[in-house]
């Protein structure tokens, strides 16, 4: 053996502890989530529900901002009380129970409404990495939407009344590089080689070969040789249409070794290069949404405050421009196929050297353009750099709108709504109905249907809140009387289940924002559990 | 307990399940009865104290649910911790389910969770036949055919018509990392878990001549010297044990020399705990997500109070939320579900016995595991192979190798398979077309 193994990594407690999540988003989002401290407003069965999923995959810190003394429908459907604590605080109880399930995690809490916290302590917000606000009067919730969306810090505000939930996203801006596409693309560059690549694949002569060696050449060197024979033919460009396709795959087919009968040998590479024709033989292009990334006026114009993604969003694209000739730098990564092992591993080896040199020059770029920013040069670190380089074909950049708008109807998306309204199929009428709701407890100080003798009068009232509303939006009556009697049947009823899945969704969102791992949902999700789905809004 | 204060905490419920609707099932009838069918009648079993499990004993009960019982023969690990909610580090190495039971007793007063710490093959279909509705959540998926198999196995026929109340309903969720599913199953009704095997892919292997002689992956590496260096060098005297870090260890660095010696990048130690392990990543929002729809479900088939989904959604979180549901299609000729003969075409009965037993194993309609074959031959039983009893695998062997028409099989021949997806025997017919 050339070099000894080196000695196993011992595993720390933590890291066995966490392992299944791990997985999912590595060291480095783990890291980011345990620096992470999260404010919830109102220890509802959602709100808990919501920091279960947070305490147990380990979040820094969490804080508990309710006013409320427990009643027994709270001990009904929230598991972080027990029967014990009737007529305590709420936030007291919740945090207690909460914080026995995980020992890393440090819990307070706050035992008044946000209503006064936003009015006798401003700055109280100032330092959260994440806000979320369940079942908040629409009052207050204006208020805090737009004390965060100034901050810049994520709120998200969510709820769930009978069968249906409703989860809304408010971030300013939101970056993503690991996205954790389902399927990633392979950047194999057949039509655009560089420069060892081309040397690379010069070197290999598929005719001179033994059988052996052929049909265990990667189908990346066949796919490469064929096109090369291609545009001996044809001229410059691939096989672009499905005819052209269909010729070069008869060429592949041709190319496949012969019996001394003439019939065709098994050869699983060449199977597996006319499989890749598809996908494998399109120009290698920086993605459009990439392209928009980089032009974005916060990569072009970079100032003091910009953060590590637009920097080296920059180093990207003065790389496009430069040394990269046109195309992001090298992913360096190879999907396997059928190959003997050198084969493979010297192939493998000049993609992965590209990318080494590619991240080299994005580096020095980002080097170049701290110094410019008068940023210190250890504020970003090289392997930030490199994550980046292998994820820039996947990079995400989603802008949302305040929750305060949606209150104005000069700033709500009303558009989106009459839209969706239009298909009898789509949830976009819980939304209507929720915001009914809402109107409905701004004037009544009750859910519609709460006591069982007004369910009759509330369908009245509730109707009427409907109409005024879609008054102010200018829609027309387009609302089924059945989802209102629906609501006041609920009578704001918050069934376990329900807000058990809809504390699950808030909760993973929040982690995709703490760990700017995968993509948020962008803005507004309502789920409806009689159908056992949901649909996504922008508004 | 004070009778006022239980009608209000179970205000919710109530609200639910005593007012009308117009969305409700139109067999619905609000009514008191439901709520009191849920806390005094209404048995649930779940299959599995896991991820899913913890998450659906707490749903049930505040659902309303009273009477439930949970199998699941694990015991708790530290990296069950990261999800598995109703476990702490000083219940490492206690049973799962009767950790859960009591957790969920001792928080939600009259709660009566009952727990079993066995296999589910360990009980009888009497056991399986006193619920009204199963809960499954399970990552196994041979487990969840066995389960499936034995609710299928209770469905009563008089003269080829179902009796409806030996249906009982079968809510299965699954998931893995940010994804998951879930199934509504009537078995007998609507389509089982065997009607659409295609759903669950096959577990990813390597063919041995790619391990042994062209590695490329990091994962490679790992599997020839599980299935390779470590039979023949038999390191610690016994079986791999995944849960050993000393195991783990010799396997991390004797997989590390092959990669190196290849030139193959990538291994870590990390990988190898997975590959050896099989470990599915999990989360615990995710488990949450699914778990709490099954409970919905089952919430929703218990009272009526609204129409089921019908019948499989799937979901996913990576990009924004996806959710979709679909009804899955009933296959007629179900080896599980479906009440006529199980065939098994073949081209002609020169096919032997081996070849046959690849059917049963690789055709995606069976998916067999070790399948047992005995075949009744002019009213005599007569054992054809026996896969997993190692003195009878002996004797049967050399029937591998003989063609059915020489082991005097026929069209007609009733061939009787046993096998560890299912809990009782198929019965098969051979059907040679010409
Ligand atoms: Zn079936």
């Keep these: ?539 | 307990m004070d009778e006022e204060n239980l009608h209000r905490k179970l205000s919710s419920l109530r609200k639910i399940l005593e007012r009308s609707g117009p969305f409700c099932r139109p067999d619905f009838e609000p009514s008191p009865e439901s709520l009191k069918f849920l806390m005094q009648n209404c048995k649930i079993l779940v299959v599995g104290a896991g991820g899913l499990g913890c998450e659906c004993l707490k749903n049930l009960a505040l659902m309303g649910f009273r009477q439930m019982e949970v199998i699941d023969m694990d015991v708790i690990d530290l990296s069950n911790l990261n999800r598995q909610f109703l476990f702490r580090h000083k219940d490492i190495g206690k049973s799962k389910a009767v950790t859960a039971a009591k957790f969920i007793n001792d928080r939600i007063p009259g709660c009566n969770v009952t727990p079993h710490f066995c296999r589910i093959q360990d009980k009888e279909p009497e056991f399986y036949k006193q619920f009204h509705i199963i809960l499954c959540g399970l990552d196994s998926i041979i487990a969840r055919r066995w389960i499936n198999s034995m609710l299928t196995s209770l469905l009563v026929y008089n003269d080829d018509q179902l009796d409806v109340s030996s249906v009982i309903p079968l809510i299965d969720g699954g998931t893995e990392g940010f994804k998951g599913n879930l199934r509504v199953i009537l078995p007998g009704l609507t389509p089982c878990i065997e009607c659409s095997l295609d759903l669950y892919p096959p577990q990813i292997t390597y063919p041995l001549c790619t391990i042994a002689n062209t590695p490329r992956l990091p994962e490679h590496c790992i599997e020839y010297v599980k299935v390779v260096q470590w039979p023949r060098e038999n390191p610690f005297d016994c079986c791999i044990d995944g849960d050993d870090p000393q195991h783990i260890t010799w396997i991390y660095e004797k997989s590390n020399d092959r990669a190196l010696h290849f030139g193959i990048r990538g291994l870590t130690y990390r990988l190898v705990q997975g590959v050896i392990k099989n470990i599915i990543p999990a989360v615990a929002s995710t488990n949450a997500i699914i778990a709490s729809m099954c409970c919905t479900e089952v919430f929703k088939v218990a009272t009526s109070c609204s129409a089921s989904l019908n019948n499989y959604m799937v979901f996913s979180n990576t990009d924004g939320i996806y959710t979709f549901s679909y009804e899955a299609e009933k296959n007629e000729n179900c080896l599980s579900c479906s009440h006529s003969i199980k065939e098994v075409p073949l081209k002609s009965l020169d096919v032997k016995l081996k070849e046959f037993i690849d059917i049963l194993k690789y055709d995606n309609a069976f998916q067999l595991k070790n399948p047992s074959i005995t075949a009744k031959i002019s009213g005599k039983n007569k054992t054809l192979y026996v896969e997993n009893i190692a003195s009878l695998e002996e004797q049967t062997r050399q029937n591998l190798s003989k063609s059915l028409f020489e082991l005097g099989i026929s069209n007609q021949t009733d061939l009787i398979v046993a096998d560890s997806t299912a809990p009782s025997t198929f019965t098969f017919k051979v059907k040679v077309s010409d």
């Excluded at chain 1, 620096?35 to 380990?58: D, F, Q």
């Excluded at chain 1, 069982?452 to 009068?457: Q, T, Y």
């Excluded at chain 1, 009245?460 to 209102?484: N, R, T």
């Excluded at chain 1, 006041?488 to 069934?495: D, I, S, T, V």
Aim: with cysteine.
């Design chain 1, 1 to 539: 053996m050339a070099s000894p193994a080196p000695k196993s990594p011992e595993q720390s407690e933590k890291s066995r502890k966490y392992d299944r999540q791990l997985r999912l988003w590595n060291d480095h989002g783990q890291a980011l989530l345990e620096s992470a401290h999260i404010c919830l407003i109102n220890a509802n069965a959602l709100g808990t529900e919501i920091m279960k999923s947070l305490v147990l995959p380990g979040i820094g810190a969490f804080t508990i901002i309710d006013g409320h003394k427990v009643k027994d429908e709270d001990i009904g459907s929230n598991f972080f009380l027990d029967s014990d604590s009737l007529g305590k605080s709420r936030a007291q109880v919740t945090t207690q129970l909460l914080l026995e399930m995980n020992s890393d995690v440090r819990g307070d809490f706050i035992d008044e409404g946000p209503e006064q916290i936003l009015n006798n302590s401003p700055d109280f917000f100032n330092n959260f990495s994440l806000v979320i606000a369940c079942a908040m009067p629409e009052k207050s919730l204006v208020v805090l939407s737009r004390k965060l969306w100034e901050l810049d810090i994520p709120l998200i505000a969510c709820r769930t009344i009978g069968f249906v939930g409703h989860i809304r996203v408010q971030v300013k801006e939101h970056t993503v590089v690991e996205t954790h596409p389902d399927n990633e693309k392979s950047d194999l560059r057949l039509d655009k080689p560089f420069e060892a690549l081309k040397k690379h694949f010069d070197a290999i002569d598929l005719e001179s070969m033994d059988l052996k060696d052929h049909s265990h050449t990667p189908y990346v060197i066949i796919l490469y040789k064929y096109l090369e024979k291609w545009r001996s033919t044809y001229g410059g460009d691939m096989p672009k249409t499905y005819a052209e396709k269909e010729e070069f795959r008869q060429m592949l087919r041709a190319g496949i070794r012969k019996d001394e009968e003439n019939v065709p040998l098994s050869e699983e590479n060449f199977e597996e290069a006319i499989k890749a024709v598809n996908t494998c033989l399109s120009p290698t292009i920086v993605p459009s949404g990439v392209k928009e990334i980089l032009n974005d006026n916060n990569c072009v114009n970079l100032n003091s405050k910009s953060t590590s993604f637009w920097i080296i969003a920059k180093a990207i694209r003065d790389f496009v421009e430069n040394e990269g000739d046109g195309l992001l730098p090298q992913k360096g990564s190879l999907p396997d196929m059928v190959a003997d092992t050198e084969k493979f591993v010297s192939l493998q080896q000049v993609y992965h050297k590209q990318a080494g040199l590619d991240v080299e020059a994005v580096w020095r770029r980002t080097l170049q353009l701290l110094r410019q920013l008068g940023k210190p040069s250890d504020s970003i670190p090289e392997k930030d750099v490199k994550l980046y380089c292998r994820h820039a074909s996947e990079l995400c950049v989603q802008r949302g709108t305040c929750i305060a708008d949606e209150y104005d109807p000069k700033l709500l998306n009303v558009n989106e709504i009459v839209e969706s309204l239009e298909n009898p199929e789509s949830f976009m009428v819980h939304y209507v109905m929720l915001r009914g709701v809402d109107k409905f407890i701004d004037e009544y100080n009750t859910y519609p249907g709460e006591f069982d003798d007004h369910v009759e009068p509330d369908i009245v009232k509730l109707k009427a809140c409907i109409s005024k509303l879609l008054g102010e939006w200018g829609c027309g009556p387009v609302v089924k009387d059945d989802y209102v009697h629906e609501f006041c049947r609920y009578g704001g009823a918050e069934l376990h289940s329900v807000s058990a899945t809809v504390g699950g969704l808030a909760a993973q969102e929040a982690v995709k924002f703490i760990t700017h791992q995968y993509k948020p949902v962008n803005n507004t999700f309502i789920f409806d559990a009689v159908s056992c789905t949901g649909n996504t809004f922008f508004l």
